[in-house]
């Protein structure tokens, strides 16, 4: 009786999984049946994949990025923040003060790539860093006056500083050295 049970639902999650949309089962449903939304990005077909992300760059799809595999990239200025960054912060925030914050971030994540990762206490400074930018930004983002909403501001900061498989790898391995720890939430006014 009860594998009987058992076995109704089994059936019913199956069924339910099988469609691809039209209800007969037809995952093959051509793109031009299936539209995009207008804020869909589309990635060009034709070429290699660098030249698709060429070609979505140029487009102003997604920001220009360095991507040498290298985890300090170029900083001409030496201000701690790559110079791709910098142009990314001056070309998508305004306002002196969320400028600063974007800055003070994005100086924290480059840390993060940067840290000794076997140094407990150089670790927990660099998290101390971050967290304390990550608190300025949503002292100075609101979301209002089109501003963006601060989890945007960090997430996207967090993504082009990680944008190469040798920074990402930096980063992971910056959170694997926070395990096990913990700090406090920042408190007061944490803009530098």
Same mark, same amino acid.
């Not at 999984?17 to 049946?33: E, K």
């Not at 910098?86 to 003060?97: M, P």
């Not at 914050?101 to 840390?111: L, N, R, V």
């Given at each position: 009786?009860?594998?009987k049970?058992? /076995?109704?639902p089994? =059936?019913?999650l199956?069924? @339910?999984c099988?469609?691809? #949309?039209g209800?007969?089962g037809?995952?093959n +449903?051509?793109?031009a049946?299936?539209?995009?939304?207008?804020?869909?990005q589309?990635?060009p077909q034709?070429?290699?994949?660098?030249e698709?992300?060429?070609?979505?760059?140029e487009s102003?799809?997604i920001?220009k990025?360095e991507?040498?595999?290298?985890l300090?990239?170029?900083d001409?200025?030496?201000n701690g /923040?790559?110079?791709? =960054?910098?142009?990314?912060? @001056?070309?998508?925030y305004s #306002?002196?003060q969320?400028?600063?914050?974007a +800055?003070?971030a994005a100086?924290?994540?480059q840390?993060?790539?940067?840290?000794?990762?076997?140094d407990?206490?150089?670790?927990?400074?660099a998290?101390?860093?971050?967290?304390?930018?990550?608190?300025?930004?949503y002292?100075?983002?609101?979301g209002?006056?089109n501003?963006?909403?601060?989890?945007?501001v960090?997430q996207?900061?967090?993504?082009i500083?990680t944008?190469?498989?040798?920074?990402l790898l930096a980063?992971?391995?910056?959170?694997k050295?926070l395990?096990?720890?913990s700090w406090s939430?920042p408190e007061g006014?944490?803009?530098?």
């Amino acid at each position: 009786m009860k594998s009987k049970l058992l /076995i109704i639902p089994i =059936i019913l999650l199956l069924s @339910a999984c099988g469609g691809g #949309g039209g209800g007969d089962g037809d995952t093959n +449903t051509p793109a031009a049946d299936n539209p995009t939304t207008p804020n869909e990005q589309t990635v060009p077909q034709d070429g290699t994949p660098s030249e698709q992300l060429t070609a979505l760059e140029e487009s102003g799809s997604i920001p220009k990025l360095e991507r040498e595999p290298t985890l300090t990239g170029t900083d001409a200025d030496s201000n701690g /923040i790559r110079d791709d =960054i910098d142009q990314y912060i @001056a070309d998508h925030y305004s #306002g002196a003060q969320q400028v600063a914050a974007a +800055t003070q971030a994005a100086k924290a994540f480059q840390e993060t790539l940067m840290v000794d990762t076997t140094d407990p206490a150089a670790v927990k400074s660099a998290n101390k860093k971050l967290s304390e930018a990550d608190h300025c930004i949503y002292q100075q983002f609101d979301g209002s006056n089109n501003t963006p909403q601060p989890a945007q501001v960090s997430q996207e900061l967090e993504a082009i500083t990680t944008n190469t498989k040798e920074r990402l790898l930096a980063y992971l391995a910056f959170a694997k050295a926070l395990d096990g720890t913990s700090w406090s939430i920042p408190e007061g006014d944490t803009c530098e």
